[in-house]
């Protein structure tokens, strides 16, 4: 069963851009969960844009399903993740100016520092993905750091489904069939959206969860956030 847990980064924004609290950014996460969603991601930035460090503290006994927190470890975020202890943490290598993640690790050149990162964590009781491509090098070198999971970059795979393009999952298929092999866990993200879930988690065996967040709060827009989170619900039995 693949699980659905919903970023909550755009409500942040919306919240952000007129300054007080509305809306409410533990209100939308507790009726997401009420909603049927089985997570909640997080991905603060250093500028805190959207998501804010205090957001991440405040969260911490709001969540009562998966608490996934997603970010480049420096000692600023690694710190906040190792007072939270969330159920996973997420390494992305955004640089500070990223607009939003555009690229995994590279984990043959980052092996050291992440097996460094990784072991804190773990130590800790904290599940730990790492956002990767489908380069099987990649994928080898990632079970190598200790991590318990990857998480499949996946808007390369979103862009070319939207032009019909359906044998662009087959890169993904074989990292998920490898990195299953390895004995690493299986997560994606990124431009996954109503239109295309089902195709993917059809053809990504081993599925365990999916991060959605800016199709899933823009489709809310005209289908209501809990339609919305129960259509994903529905496809990813499928």
């Known amino acids: 069963m693949t699980k659905l847990s919903v970023n909550i980064n755009k409500i942040a924004t919306l919240r952000n851009s007129r300054g007080g609290n509305t809306p409410n950014l533990l209100h939308v996460a507790t009726d997401i969960e009420n909603f049927g969603a089985e997570g ?5 930035r250093p500028d805190e844009r959207h998501i804010r460090y205090q957001d991440a503290y405040d969260l911490k006994s709001i969540v009562t399903t998966e ?8 000692d600023k975020f690694m710190k906040m993740v190792l007072e939270i202890k969330p159920t996973q943490v997420t390494l992305v290598p955004d640089s500070v ?73 087959k890169p993904y298929t074989e990292a998920a069939i490898l990195a299953d092999k390895l004995g690493l866990g299986i997560n994606a993200g990124h431009d996954l959206s109503l239109e295309n879930i089902k195709f993917f988690k059809q053809n ?8 959605i967040g800016h199709a899933l709060i823009s489709e809310s827009l005209y289908l209501g956030l809990e339609n919305v989170v129960n259509m994903y619900l529905n496809k990813l039995k499928g």
């Open 40 to 44: 909640i991601t997080i991905h603060p």
């Open 67 to 74: 608490y996934n927190i997603e970010g480049n470890p420096i």
């Open 97 to 169: 100016d990223t607009l939003t993640s555009n690229a995994g690790w590279d984990t043959v050149a980052n092996q050291s520092y992440l097996e460094e990162v990784i072991a804190e964590f773990k130590n800790n009781g904290i599940r730990t993905s790492i956002f990767i491509d489908t380069d099987l090098k990649l994928i080898e070198a990632a079970a190598k750091t200790g991590a318990d999971r990857i998480e499949l970059y996946t808007e390369e795979f979103a862009t070319q489904y939207a032009l019909g393009n359906k044998d662009a999952i």
């Open 204 to 211: 990504i065996p081993n599925l365990a969860e999916v991060s």
